[in-house]
């Protein structure tokens, strides 16, 4: 049962312009939900998270939109970068379950000179 | 990068021999998860612990057992190698407490002919 579902699959995005990648969820128990990004041949490493209390988050520009009802959440990226070019997971946890993360399939983002 | 090292970083083995690998951490983290990432399906739980001698299993957990006898070190044994297991295996720290950060290791690439 896959719990996150991620969607693009892959991103072209010219430099600058904004990137946008959506994920929806399906246990209502998540109440941590962390972005992640990675780079060829590295581990992840956490970009932004939320928790749904609070419907956006910001730190620079990435910004993750949070909307409870409809249990989806969305990174956005700003003027983005050559150097955004990496893969990026969403995940769900819950302090119920040892924060085990459930990810989403990744997107694949290139970002165009 | 949070004190994680994974070993070895890259192994080919044989269908049918036992497999071992090792994850070690210098931040005392009471959580340590293992993941494997196959394309397609971002990364997928196989087991974690939650402290010395308390682990429990994942979403993709057969074939794998996992041991943590120290808080540094949680290994994750393939006790007959299969095809299917080729995969890079992540291993994960996070710190008790509401929504942790989760640290990555580098991986392992593991290739079972």
């Known amino acids: 049962q896959q719990q996150v579902k991620q969607s693009p699959q892959s991103l072209i995005v010219q430099k600058g312009g904004i990137s946008i990648i959506n994920c929806a969820y399906e246990n209502t128990a998540f109440d941590y939900f962390p972005w992640y990004q990675q780079f060829p041949g590295k581990g992840p490493a956490l970009l932004i998270a939320?928790?749904?209390?609070?419907s956006e988050k910001k730190e620079g520009r990435f910004t993750i939109s949070f909307n409870k009802s409809a249990k989806q959440f969305s990174l956005h990226i700003m003027d983005s970068q050559p150097g955004d070019s990496a893969t990026y997971f969403c995940?769900?946890?819950?302090?119920?379950?040892?924060?085990?993360?459930?990810f989403g399939s990744g997107t694949r983002l290139l970002v165009r000179p | 990068d949070a004190g994680i090292t994974q070993s070895p970083r890259h192994k080919v083995t044989e269908t049918g021999t036992p497999v071992t690998l090792r994850c070690h951490q210098t931040?005392?983290?009471?959580?340590m998860y293992w993941y494997r990432q196959d394309p397609g399906h971002g990364l997928r739980l196989i087991h974690y612990?939650?402290?010395?001698?308390?682990?429990d299993k994942g979403e993709v957990s057969d074939g794998y057992s996992v041991s943590r006898s120290k808080t540094e070190d949680f290994l994750l044994t393939l006790e007959s190698a299969t095809s299917s297991q080729t995969s890079v295996y992540f291993c994960?720290?996070?710190?008790?407490?509401?929504?942790?950060?989760?640290?990555f290791g580098q991986g392992t690439r593991l290739t079972v002919v």
């Open positions: 995940a769900g946890s819950s302090m119920d379950s040892s924060y085990k993360l459930i």
């Open positions: 939320i928790r749904p209390d609070v």
């Open positions: 931040e005392n983290h009471r959580y």
């Open positions: 612990s939650y402290g010395v001698k308390d682990t």
């Open positions: 994960a720290i996070s710190a008790q407490g509401y929504g942790p950060e989760a640290f």
